[in-house]
DNA sequence: AAAATAATTTAAGTAAACTTAAAAAACATA
DNA sequence: TATGTTTTTTAAGTTTACTTAAATTATTTT
């Protein structure tokens, strides 16, 4: 199993868990920065590796064996991210690019090894869970987007689900932070955007960013 | 810099280090598993890329920019497996496959971290000296390769220089460890071997081996 | 529904990292 | 030194993962 492969198999079950996210080659291809051509290209490969189903113009579907490699790989990327920011002390926004590149040279062996150190967690250092060697994915249900938050309620921060350094950078800059209170002012939906108050500050965020963030009803 | 010719240039690197080590394409080629006619490429897009110098049917010889990504790639190496066995538990004979992998995906910062948590280490688990950040080498003036031990010296083990899984099993079920006391009884040059005693056992060891283990002269 | 636009696919080509087979050079030996 | 063996190199071909450009199909707009 190539970097390559990988990678693609990863983009197709990510987009898949998007809302409104479409599986078709040319967003997977957007995401991982390659031309349209070699996305369709890579398809029909994994499609005769049985890894995915693919019709012509249809989107992408992975095949359990597809959807396998991608729970692993993802497991691999959740728990370095947890390895490095508790046992090397890494930054939230530098860990990422880090598991990156690391899920890719990670035996079976080495993750186990990892996970117990680490006492088998649920959740990374994001708050998102790690899929399980199972391939059952830990439970999140009473977290809701940010973007789809009750005006007027009190929440607690309890993901940050995003890939890009910026995307941590404003979090950081803004404050917003697991475990962070934070209240849903109003939504604007023409503006496609949301006013939340954090630490007594008014920040206005777009639906995009705010469907990073999950969130949990504050309870008193 | 891809893996294979990051393998390519440690090879160079570990051969031009063995005693009687040719950097010949050939050698490369059937360390590394590949043909001879791969090597010859591969030599010549390294030349191109002024990382080895490449001459027609003779050795090849790192440059100093080659050498230095040889060097930092061995440090990864050391420091990963440093960190396998000390902070994963992770045995001597399996540290070396899982650093084999991860030193490829391995970042400046990343290897930096590793290193500031293990405390800046010059020696690997198998008492392999780690190159440092500027180049430099950890001394092993003391050290000898018990293939060149004195007859009836006593010794400490105090590396165990090999890469093959079969090299640690052997140590292991002999009781061939770092810090193990060891006293040389004969040689045997026309069987190219040496006859040491460990533990009270007495114990045969062809020359190649031998000099993969290096030892340090006992002091009372 | 037709036309315009956008996405996807096909076609052709490239670069890296290999392969095997044949040719050339180096080395070893009688 | 001539011959035979081994090693290295060259040549030609493969696979993977891309590229751009053109053709096709799907979607959106008017």
């Known amino acids: 199993m190539s970097i390559a492969t990988e990678n693609f198999l990863k983009e197709i079950y990510q987009l898949s868990q998007t809302p409104g996210g479409e599986t078709k080659p040319g967003v997977v291809a957007e995401k991982l920065g390659i031309s349209n051509a070699a996305a369709t290209d890579m398809a029909r490969n994994l499609a005769a590796k049985e890894l995915i189903i693919y019709e012509k113009y249809k989107e992408l579907r992975l095949t ?72 059952k994915i830990p439970d999140t249900d009473e977290l809701i987007r940010l973007s789809t938050a009750k005006q007027g309620q009190n929440y607690h921060v309890r993901r940050l689900s995003g890939s890009e350094d910026e ?24 503006q496609n955007s949301i006013a939340v108050k954090i630490l007594g500050q008014r920040i206005l ?13 504050k309870k008193y």
């Open 64 to 135: 359990s064996k597809g959807q396998n490699l991608a729970l692993a790989l993802l497991r691999k990327h959740r728990l370095w991210e947890t390895f490095l920011y508790r046992t090397l002390g890494i930054n939230l926004s530098q860990i990422h690019n880090e598991a990156e590149l690391l899920e890719h040279s990670t035996s079976d062996f080495l993750v186990s090894k990892i996970d117990s150190y680490l006492g088998e967690p649920a959740f990374d250092p994001h708050g998102d869970p790690i899929p399980q060697p199972d391939g």
């Open 167 to 190: 995307f941590f950078e404003f979090c950081r800059d803004n404050s917003i932070d697991i475990g962070q209170s934070i209240e849903v002012e109003k939504h604007y939906p023409s």
């Open 205 to 217: 965020l777009n639906n995009e960013l705010a469907g990073k963030i999950y969130v949990e009803i």
